[in-house]
């Protein structure tokens, strides 16, 4: 049973701080990893994609992936009360099935 | 407009009734899938398809159904056989099973 992790929360952080977010995955050879948000009563909208080891920048939004550790993080920068929302990690496996395995999501707050 | 629509968006259904779940996408998408949101869980796949013509069961399609007739509509039926119907169910999309997937806005359905 592939499985993701995340804590559910919620991260609460100031306005202007950065926020950490963290997914861990028992799928040892997963390929593409990704992130979606998911605002409350919305539907999820992706975000980030990340498929190798580093750093990938976009905009605000930072997604860093460690595959020998087994985790993909998301970091958002100058956090905005608009950045309030739940932040689900999407993993998807090497070969065989290409259905993804979803995180049941971090919620985020950012308070003034 | 390129893009995934859902409808209804609020869907009200007394037990024993049968109903089904409108998904239409215009972008020229091969595969098509159907998850369930559940308040604090995360994605359950019910349903997903790759090309016209052909679909497979998630890991929960007890008392649902699809058909994929053409290669824009993938619509779900939930039968009287669900148990516990009342979720948020979402649709979404992706070019082929190898990449990441959209998503539509998503219908609430609600038993009576």
């Known amino acids: 049973q592939k499985e993701v992790e995340q804590n559910s929360g919620p991260l609460s952080v100031p306005e202007g701080a950065i926020a950490s977010l963290n997914c861990t995955y028992s799928d040892r050879v997963s390929q593409s990893f990704f992130w979606y948000r998911q605002y409350s009563g919305k539907s999820p909208e992706l975000i980030m994609s990340i498929y190798s080891n580093g750093d990938k920048e976009d905009g605000r939004f930072t997604a860093q992936l460690n595959k020998a550790s087994q985790y993909v993080s998301l970091l958002i920068r100058d956090s905005q009360p608009s950045d309030s929302a739940t932040y689900l990690c999407?993993?998807?496996?090497?070969?065989?099935?290409?259905?993804?395995?979803f995180g049941r999501g971090t919620s985020l707050i950012v308070h003034p | 407009d390129g893009g995934i629509t859902q409808s209804p968006k609020y869907l009200f259904r007394k037990e024993g009734q049968n109903v089904t779940l409108s998904c239409e996408q215009n972008?020229?998408?091969?595969?098509m899938y159907w998850y369930r949101q559940d308040p604090g869980q995360g994605l359950r796949l019910i349903y997903y398809?790759?090309?016209?013509?052909?679909?497979q069961k998630g890991d929960i399609a007890e008392g649902y159904s699809v058909s994929r007739e053409k290669k824009e509509s993938f619509p779900l039926t939930v039968t009287s056989a669900q148990k516990n119907p009342t979720a948020f169910y979402l649709c979404?999309?992706?070019?082929?099973?190898?990449?990441?997937?959209?998503f539509g806005p998503g219908t609430r359905l609600t038993v009576l």
């Open positions: 979404a999309t992706s070019r082929d099973m190898y990449n990441e997937q959209f």
């Open positions: 999407a993993v998807y496996p090497s070969g065989g099935s290409y259905i993804p395995t």
């Open positions: 398809s790759q090309i016209v013509n052909d679909f």
């Open positions: 972008l020229n998408h091969d595969a």
